[in-house]
C-alpha cells in the first residue's frame, strides 16, 4: 500500500498553514510552520497569485494531507460522493470524516490522524468486537470501538487522554474514558465538521 514517507511539516509549509499532522508538537513554537513560514524549497519566498484552477487544486491538495490520502483514494471519494443524492461537497466531508483513523483522532485517543493510522494497522483497535486493521474503514450508527486490552496500552491511551483533553469530541461520537471505547451515536453533519476546507473547491476541481 503506497503511503507519504517523507516529513510531513513539509506539507504544511507548503499550504502555508498548520494542517495538524503531528499533534503536540504543532502547538509548539518548535513547529517548522512558526519558525519558517515559507514554502519549501529554493524558491519558497517567491509569491505567485494562484489562478482559479490554482486555488482549486491547492484546497484538494490541503484535505488530501489533512487527511492522509493519496490521490487515488481521494478520487474514489468524490466519485462515491457524486453518486449519492444531497450535497456532494458535504457527502464527501463525511465520507472523510467516517474513516476509521479519523475517528479515532477525533474522540481524543490518538494525538494525530497519522498516529490513529498507525494503531490501526498495528490492530490495536476492534470494531463491535471484530478485528479491523484499515484506516479507511468506514464506520456507521451504532458502531463500537474499543481497544484491544493489554496492561501497556491502557497506559498509552491514558498519556494521550491527558493530552488531549482540550480537543472537543464531536456530537457524533462518544468517548468512555474507563472502558477505552467510542460509540458512533450517529453521522457527521457538515456544521459539525470544522476542518479548514472549502469543499465547493475541490467540487469544481473535478468538475472541470
Known amino acids: 500500500m503506497s503511503k507519504y514517507t517523507r516529513p510531513v511539516c513539509?506539507?504544511?509549509?507548503r499550504e502555508g498553514e498548520k494542517l495538524f499532522l503531528k499533534g503536540e508538537k504543532c502547538l509548539l513554537p518548535k513547529c517548522?510552520?512558526?519558525r519558517r513560514s515559507s514554502?519549501?524549497?529554493v524558491h519558497g519566498t517567491i509569491f505567485k497569485k494562484l489562478s482559479d484552477y490554482g486555488l482549486q487544486l491547492r484546497e484538494k491538495q490541503k484535505a488530501k494531507r489533512i487527511y492522509g490520502i493519496l490521490e487515488r483514494q481521494?478520487?474514489?471519494y468524490f466519485q462515491r460522493a457524486s453518486k449519492a443524492k444531497g450535497d456532494r461537497g458535504a457527502i464527501l466531508l463525511q465520507l472523510l470524516?467516517?474513516?476509521?483513523?479519523?475517528v479515532i483522532y477525533r474522540a481524543?485517543?490518538?494525538e494525530s490522524r497519522r498516529q490513529a493510522r498507525l494503531f490501526v494497522t498495528h490492530n490495536y483497535f476492534t470494531v463491535n468486537k471484530k478485528k479491523v486493521n484499515?484506516?479507511?474503514y468506514l464506520v456507521k450508527e451504532g458502531d463500537k470501538i474499543e481497544i484491544k486490552k493489554k496492561k501497556t496500552r491502557d497506559k498509552l491511551f491514558a498519556e494521550i487522554i491527558k493530552k488531549t483533553a482540550k480537543q472537543k469530541t464531536p456530537s457524533w461520537l462518544k468517548l468512555d474514558k474507563k472502558d477505552l471505547s467510542i460509540t458512533v451515536t450517529?453521522?457527521?453533519q457538515r456544521e459539525e465538521i470544522d476542518t479548514p476546507i472549502n469543499e465547493q473547491l475541490i467540487i469544481e476541481f473535478y468538475s472541470r
Open 10 to 13: 513539509r506539507l504544511c509549509r
Open 32 to 34: 517548522p510552520l512558526t
Open 39 to 41: 514554502k519549501p524549497g
Open 74 to 76: 481521494f478520487k474514489r
Open 97 to 102: 470524516e467516517r474513516r476509521l483513523d479519523n
Open 108 to 110: 481524543g485517543l490518538a
Open 134 to 136: 484499515i484506516p479507511s
Open 186 to 188: 450517529g453521522l457527521p
